[in-house]
């Protein structure tokens, strides 16, 4: 039996520790008032009995409230008023200094929460932890000076989640859409050193590196840039290629017959595009930021992105180049093939795609195989999106979050701008929360969810406020070189914070669980879909009246929660303890989910999902789980195609692994230990060792390679497949 202790370090549970504390509080009282020594016994003993129900380690917390309970249930009232006052003076103590013994824990890899906190991050490398140690004094100062009380309070106990306050104290934001184009035809500045337009699609592909490793240390979510941007120096490559051939030749006194010419040119341009993919794989793989983690990027493929001809033909064969060497995959320090997380790739489905008669369909197959192989691309359906976003195409600014159609953001040509805007921050609502506090009453949970809404809009408020007044000099890659804008020096960002140039998002998660503590029903039922719908359309309207009163550009956002859906669950068994359907598992719900254990095959659930992705205008992604279907390409093109005529955005989980002890290279399992932990167990040799195997799932819309806590881990283990 573990506990976790309130510096995130986990421990075995010490019984003597709960027996000392309760007689300490005994001697404290009359001896009329006293406990015997059967009674002492007896409260630990019912304290062991209610924790040792649970498959997870508990919070320290969680057990001393046990322990106050279990003493009133012996009628030891005068006991339990010392141990409160105990608890007190400790708890008044430890405010003194909150981050001590959480840095202390995270230096010497004890910190259970931190170690856990990231799929994508190390924590016992020393970028990732001087990261997180700046992060622990980050959120000490958010919760103890920067945030209201009130904020802070729900925070802690589940009923919002105020997301990233380890990056707050900074005045950083969210995600960005990087304008490449901009950057790379206008030229940038990258650590005080000029970068002019590149001269050739190799170079292109360096800066393009340069640049995304730049705006990751300069912000703290993810970010996207689009292939269309760098498709243009492909021609300048096959100019530069063509003069140098026809001077080789000349010099060597060869014919200029145009036909050979032609072949070498291409060919050789083939090799610089194989090259120049491979650099910024490759680079994005392995460069390491200041946070300690590969750069967050996702890369968008849309070929209508440029003019048919030409453009748009040599934009498919960088699209073709991506698929191929992402199909390969990277070698880990075993020399083994396996599959990387980043850069996350989207491909765009469209007419002249999607089709076996369409002009570039044989592009399509080929996503459809890399996606069985590594787990992507996701797609977008050009067709579904146009009917939703005012007949626009355009990417998300990382994994999941969309820049709002703006009319009033406009490129120099007229069209409406997308790449250069960011997000600002979310917090999100636990709606799960909002129906248990409201015990199943109708009334009451309209009236707790209008509460619960205008304390998000506080603090999201608090997140706006806190980028206000930041100058532009703190990240000149984002604010005066083109990633974002080209502001001046000393300059603030204020105008970039209204009327649409960025987003702010209101996050929600558990409206599955939210149907079932109120009608006892999910919301794949008819009742429970439009009750959910009425939730969602309450989230648009409140998004749409701050709007229009604060020029702020509020929008509903469907939350991936990695480590976050642990706590949620956590707080709501402590609240509200365990109810079948809604609390029993150590997870709840992302966003509009259909919950993870409950069977529907995957076209079913993408019609269903795509109702609510039209209510989350600010980012949603879905997905279907699926098994190995490297040998059934059909199947994938299949769900692609359904996907093109139903839904704006989803992806296909299915798994890559490999274990290093035998070679094994199926699915590794997740298996229950005696004391209730969930590991990882190779399924051939019965290897545990988390340090020699290589496992890759899909958890919030990006791929995970760093393992997760408890509660994701369960939300994998609980999946059944759709297909």
């Given at each position: 039996?573990?506990?976790?202790?309130?510096?995130?370090?986990?421990?075995?549970?010490?019984?003597?520790?709960?027996?000392?504390?309760?007689?300490?509080?005994?001697?404290?009282?009359?001896?009329?008032?006293?406990?015997?020594?059967?009674?002492?016994?007896?409260?630990?003993?019912?304290?062991?009995?209610?924790?040792?129900?649970?498959?997870?380690?508990?919070?320290?917390?969680?057990?001393?409230?046990?322990?106050?309970?279990?003493?009133?249930?012996?009628?030891?009232?005068?006991?339990?008023?010392?141990?409160?006052r105990y608890r007190y003076k400790r708890e008044l103590k430890r405010k003194s200094n909150t981050t001590d013994n959480g840095i202390l824990a995270l230096i010497d890899h004890l910190n259970e929460s931190?170690?856990?906190?990231?799929?994508?991050?190390?924590?016992?490398?020393?970028?990732?932890?001087?990261?997180?140690?700046?992060?622990?004094?980050?959120?000490?100062?958010?919760?103890?000076?920067?945030?209201?009380?009130?904020?802070?309070?729900?925070?802690?106990?589940?009923?919002?989640?105020?997301?990233?306050?380890?990056?707050?104290?900074?005045?950083?934001?969210?995600?960005?859409?990087?304008?490449?184009?901009?950057?790379?035809?206008?030229?940038?500045?990258?650590?005080?050193?000029?970068?002019?337009?590149?001269?050739?699609?190799?170079?292109?592909?360096?800066?393009?590196?340069?640049?995304?490793?730049?705006?990751?240390?300069?912000?703290?979510?993810?970010?996207?840039?689009?292939?269309?941007?760098?498709?243009?120096?492909?021609?300048?490559?096959?100019?530069?290629?063509?003069?140098?051939?026809?001077?080789?030749?000349?010099?060597?006194?060869?014919?200029?017959?145009?036909?050979?010419?032609?072949?070498?040119?291409?060919?050789?341009?083939?090799?610089?595009?194989?090259?120049?993919?491979?650099?910024?794989?490759?680079?994005?793989?392995?460069?390491?930021?200041?946070?300690?983690?590969?750069?967050?990027?996702?890369?968008?493929?849309?070929?209508?992105?440029?003019?048919?001809?030409?453009t748009r033909d040599d934009l498919a064969m960088l699209i073709e180049e991506v698929l191929i060497q992402r199909m390969q995959g990277v070698k880990n320090e075993k020399g083994i093939w396996i599959t990387?997380?980043?850069?996350?790739?989207?491909?765009?489905?469209?007419?002249?795609?999607?089709?076996?008669?369409?002009?570039?369909?044989?592009?399509?197959?080929?996503?459809?195989?890399?996606?069985?192989?590594?787990?992507?691309?996701?797609?977008?359906?050009?067709?579904?999106?146009?009917?939703?976003?005012?007949?626009?195409?355009?990417?998300?600014?990382?994994?999941?979050?969309?820049?709002?159609?703006?009319?009033?953001?406009?490129?120099?040509?007229?069209?409406?701008?997308?790449?250069?805007?960011?997000?600002?921050?979310?917090?999100?609502?636990?709606?799960?929360?909002?129906?248990?506090?409201?015990?199943?009453?109708?009334?009451?949970?309209?009236?707790?969810?209008?509460?619960?809404?205008?304390?998000?809009?506080?603090?999201?408020?608090?997140?706006?406020?806190?980028?206000?007044?930041?100058?532009?000099?703190?990240?000149?890659?984002?604010?005066?070189?083109?990633?974002?804008?080209?502001?001046?020096?000393?300059?603030?960002?204020?105008?970039?914070?209204?009327?649409?140039?960025?987003?702010?998002?209101?996050?929600?998660?558990?409206?599955?669980?939210?149907?079932?503590?109120?009608?006892?029903?999910?919301?794949?039922?008819?009742?429970?879909?439009?009750?959910?719908?009425?939730?969602?359309?309450?989230?648009?309207?409140?998004?749409?009246?701050?709007?229009?009163?604060?020029?702020?550009?509020?929008?509903?956002?469907?939350?991936?929660?990695?480590?976050?859906?642990?706590?949620?669950?956590?707080?709501?068994?402590?609240?509200?303890?365990?109810?079948?359907?809604?609390?029993?598992?150590?997870?709840?719900?992302?966003?509009?989910?259909?919950?993870?254990?409950?069977?529907?095959?995957?076209?079913?659930?993408?019609?269903?999902?795509?109702?609510?992705?039209?209510?989350?205008?600010?980012?949603?992604?879905?997905?279907?789980?699926?098994?190995?279907?490297?040998?059934?390409?059909?199947?994938?093109?299949?769900?692609?195609?359904?996907?093109?005529?139903?839904?704006?955005?989803?992806?296909?989980?299915?798994?890559?692994?490999?274990?290093?002890?035998?070679?094994?290279?199926?699915?590794?399992?997740?298996?229950?230990?005696?004391?209730?932990?969930?590991?990882?167990?190779?399924?051939?040799?019965?290897?545990?060792?988390?340090?020699?195997m290589s496992v890759a799932r899909r958890t919030c819309g990006y791929i995970g390679t760093q393992f997760w806590n408890q509660g994701r881990t369960q939300e994998i283990k609980d999946r059944v497949l759709?297909?």
């Amino acid at each position: 039996m573990k506990v976790i202790k309130r510096s995130g370090m986990e421990v075995d549970f010490d019984l003597s520790k709960i027996t000392n504390a309760i007689k300490a509080a005994n001697k404290e009282v009359d001896p009329i008032y006293q406990l015997n020594p059967y009674q002492i016994e007896a409260v630990s003993r019912m304290v062991v009995d209610k924790i040792g129900t649970g498959s997870y380690a508990v919070q320290v917390e969680d057990i001393q409230d046990l322990v106050e309970t279990s003493i009133m249930e012996m009628r030891g009232y005068e006991v339990a008023q010392k141990y409160v006052r105990y608890r007190y003076k400790r708890e008044l103590k430890r405010k003194s200094n909150t981050t001590d013994n959480g840095i202390l824990a995270l230096i010497d890899h004890l910190n259970e929460s931190i170690n856990q906190e990231n799929s994508n991050k190390n924590p016992v490398i020393n970028s990732t932890q001087r990261d997180y140690m700046a992060g622990e004094v980050s959120k000490d100062l958010t919760m103890r000076v920067l945030l209201p009380e009130e904020i802070v309070k729900a925070h802690e106990e589940g009923i919002i989640h105020f997301h990233d306050a380890d990056y707050f104290a900074q005045k950083e934001h969210n995600c960005d859409l990087i304008n490449l184009e901009d950057m790379l035809q206008n030229g940038t500045v990258i650590s005080e050193t000029l970068i002019e337009k590149p001269h050739s699609f190799f170079t292109a592909c360096n800066v393009t590196t340069q640049i995304v490793a730049q705006v990751a240390s300069n912000q703290y979510g993810g970010q996207s840039f689009t292939l269309s941007h760098l498709a243009p120096f492909v021609e300048v490559s096959r100019q530069k290629i063509r003069q140098t051939v026809i001077e080789e030749r000349t010099a060597c006194g060869d014919s200029l017959d145009e036909d050979k010419v032609e072949k070498i040119v291409e060919s050789r341009l083939k090799e610089e595009i194989r090259s120049g993919i491979q650099t910024i794989q490759y680079q994005l793989i392995t460069l390491m930021t200041c946070n300690g983690q590969a750069p967050f990027v996702t890369m968008f493929m849309y070929l209508d992105e440029v003019p048919e001809g030409r453009t748009r033909d040599d934009l498919a064969m960088l699209i073709e180049e991506v698929l191929i060497q992402r199909m390969q995959g990277v070698k880990n320090e075993k020399g083994i093939w396996i599959t990387p997380a980043f850069p996350k790739l989207i491909y765009v489905l469209d007419e002249d795609n999607i089709h076996e008669t369409s002009p570039y369909w044989s592009l399509t197959q080929l996503a459809a195989k890399c996606t069985a192989k590594r787990m992507v691309p996701d797609y977008i359906s050009a067709k579904v999106m146009r009917e939703l976003k005012k007949g626009d195409v355009y990417p998300c600014m990382g994994c999941r979050s969309f820049p709002t159609v703006e009319d009033g953001q406009r490129n120099p040509d007229g069209s409406r701008k997308y790449y250069g805007r960011f997000n600002q921050g979310v917090v999100t609502i636990n709606l799960v929360d909002v129906a248990c506090s409201s015990q199943g009453d109708m009334d009451k949970f309209w009236e707790i969810l209008e509460e619960r809404l205008e304390l998000c809009h506080r603090a999201l408020r608090c997140r706006h406020e806190r980028l206000l007044g930041t100058t532009s000099d703190v990240a000149p890659i984002l604010w005066q070189h083109g990633a974002l804008a080209r502001l001046e020096k000393g300059e603030k960002i204020d105008k970039l914070l209204y009327d649409g140039y960025s987003t702010i998002s209101l996050g929600y998660v558990g409206l599955c669980e939210m149907c079932r503590r109120m009608l006892g029903v999910p919301h794949t039922d008819p009742e429970g879909r439009e009750f959910a719908l009425k939730v969602m359309q309450k989230l648009n309207d409140k998004c749409a009246e701050w709007k229009a009163a604060e020029h702020i550009s509020y929008s509903v956002y469907g939350t991936p929660m990695e480590s976050t859906t642990y706590k949620f669950a956590k707080c709501l068994q402590k609240r509200f303890g365990i109810i079948p359907g809604v609390t029993d598992k150590n997870y709840i719900t992302n966003s509009y989910h259909v919950h993870v254990t409950e069977e529907i095959d995957a076209f079913s659930k993408l019609k269903f999902e795509a109702e609510f992705q039209k209510l989350s205008p600010g980012g949603a992604i879905s997905y279907v789980e699926v098994p190995n279907l490297q040998d059934n390409i059909e199947a994938v093109l299949s769900v692609m195609k359904f996907i093109y005529d139903n839904i704006v955005y989803a992806e296909l989980n299915t798994k890559s692994d490999y274990c290093e002890e035998c070679g094994y290279d199926g699915e590794i399992k997740i298996v229950e230990t005696e004391d209730g932990k969930l590991v990882w167990e190779c399924p051939n040799c019965g290897n545990r060792d988390q340090s020699k195997m290589s496992v890759a799932r899909r958890t919030c819309g990006y791929i995970g390679t760093q393992f997760w806590n408890q509660g994701r881990t369960q939300e994998i283990k609980d999946r059944v497949l759709h297909l």
